[in-house]
């Protein structure tokens, strides 16, 4: 038995949680889209894009960690890939963050849409180059990463919805 097959149960409820919350994002974001009479695609592409990226990079690597794999050194490539490929993301975010002319992010917003995915896809990335000396630890810290990930989607999509809901409203 490989040290991913442990894992099993927890991916199998952490993907099929992010794999709900992909639908229930679109939907929501068609609702406020419905509501909303001007957009700005930078803010979206910072506020809500993420989101979805987040929930499919959580159910992306669920579904591979589930996989039958042999040893953990494949698998660990995948996450690791994947792991570079958010911290990457992650600064473009932070980027488009900076030039949303239409909301002025908060302390609350840098930590949720910047620094806690890039702590999240940095950890996926650290822990693939680990996992020959650490593997247990390394899997601990992957599975960190993905619910990470998966709390924040949920608190961005959250805190999106509220904002449209309460804060629009009022204006």
Request: aromatic share 12%.
């Amino acid at each position: 038995m490989t040290p991913l097959a442990r894992w099993q149960n927890f991916y199998v409820i952490i993907g099929s949680s992010a794999g709900a919350l992909i639908g229930l994002q679109f939907v929501v974001l068609s609702l406020i889209t419905s509501r909303s009479a001007r957009t700005d695609p930078v803010a979206g592409s910072a506020f809500s894009s993420p989101n979805i990226v987040h929930f499919a990079a959580v159910l992306g690597l669920s579904a591979v960690l589930s996989a039958p794999w042999d040893a953990v050194g494949p698998a660990s490539i995948v996450w690791g890939l994947a792991g570079f490929g958010g911290v990457v993301y992650a600064i473009v975010v932070t980027r488009r963050m900076r030039r949303v002319t239409v909301y002025q992010p908060e302390f609350e917003d840098w930590l949720f849409h910047s620094l806690l995915p890039f702590a999240a896809y940095l950890a996926l990335a650290v822990s693939a180059c680990a996992v020959r000396f650490r593997i247990r630890e390394c899997l601990f810290c992957v599975g960190a990463a993905v619910l990470l990930l998966l709390f924040i989607g949920i608190h961005n999509a959250w805190d999106a919805v509220t904002y449209h809901v309460f804060a629009r409203k009022q204006q």
